[in-house]
């Protein structure tokens, strides 16, 4: 099952596409994102072998489900969860981030996972880029180690997540808290409608002495990734896929994998393993309500308010 199948929605769509003897549901009402879906489908070329079913929501679905990929926004993310589980029996279930916007959703979410015996993991795939797999391998860890990532509007509020998952698993360490003093002190409007952008740099200490910068410059500028160690400085550029070490190429290549490749090896590694290299969702959560805690302290600051949602997505 795929639930939303709009932007994001639709690329997973054409990887669960090369799932072998797939039947796919997509719960979509929005006829627009019905037609970019098949538009997409129909760029893959095992797309004319796979049974594709349109529905407007979960109570429509069979009773038994493999596995599920919710790819909707955050906003009404908790809502068609809590639905989902209530109508359906899922195996597996994979959430997009950020996961929430309110801390309470995380708890509720937690305890529907639980009593309905999902296992579930959260989207924040760089996990499954090999190299940073390797990387982590061959790092001298007998010192903290520090990460910086600077780059040109690339979505600190929507994207930060991604870099707090990679981080936390190559340092093996969990989030202690969050400084946003060195934010600028302004909300931005998000290219996307109802929600926002904030730029400057984000400070997030992890367990171990650990520590990771975040920056995001208006404009455009290249995004640098810096991880320093008891090695010296790796610069890892995901464009071009170089990693350089004391700025000398290593033997090791940065593969960036889309979304409209990743989504089969997930389904395939729960449906025949039971396992992902995705991140654990309670593990993600505890990544999560720190973020979303000090972002949402930063926003009502800024804004002069006292809500209890963040609106990122």
Not at 185 to 213: A, D, M, T, V, W
């Amino acid at each position: 099952v795929l639930i939303g199948a709009g932007e994001l929605g639709s690329r997973h769509l054409q990887s669960l596409i090369n799932v072998e003897n797939a039947s796919i549901f997509i719960v979509e009402p929005s006829e627009l994102s019905r037609n970019i879906a098949i538009q997409r489908a129909g760029e893959i070329k095992s797309f004319a072998k796979t049974l594709i079913t349109f529905v407007d929501a979960a109570s429509e679905l069979p009773r038994n489900i493999d596995f599920a990929i919710i790819a909707t926004g955050a906003g009404p993310r908790l809502s068609i969860l809590r639905n989902l589980v209530e109508h359906v029996k899922i195996k597996y279930l994979v959430l997009e981030k950020v996961l929430f916007q309110k801390n309470s959703d995380y708890f509720e979410a937690m305890e529907l996972i639980e009593k309905y015996n999902v296992k579930a993991w959260v989207n924040c795939p760089r996990r499954m880029f090999s190299a940073y797999g390797a990387l982590k391998d061959r790092l001298d860890q007998s010192g903290p180690l520090s990460m910086k990532v600077t780059g040109g509007d690339w979505g600190l509020a929507c994207n930060a997540i991604h870099f707090i998952d990679i981080f936390s698993f190559i340092s093996d360490s969990k989030v202690l808290s969050i400084n946003t003093s060195q934010l600028e002190q302004k909300i931005y409007p998000s290219r996307r409608e109802n929600y926002i952008e904030i730029y400057g740099k984000l400070n997030i200490f992890f367990e171990n002495g650990h520590e990771l910068s975040l920056e995001c410059l208006h404009g455009k500028h290249s995004m640098e990734i810096d991880l320093l160690c008891v090695d010296g400085s790796y610069n890892i550029n995901e464009g071009t896929g170089d990693i350089k070490l004391n700025d000398i190429l290593i033997d090791l290549k940065m593969v960036v994998k889309y979304q409209s490749e990743l989504s089969q090896i997930v389904a395939e590694d729960a449906l025949s393993l039971g396992e992902s290299q995705l991140t654990d969702f309670n593990e993600s959560v505890e990544l999560h309500i720190p973020f979303i805690t000090s972002l949402l302290s930063f926003y009502n600051e800024n804004e002069n308010s006292s809500v209890d949602i963040l609106p990122i997505t």
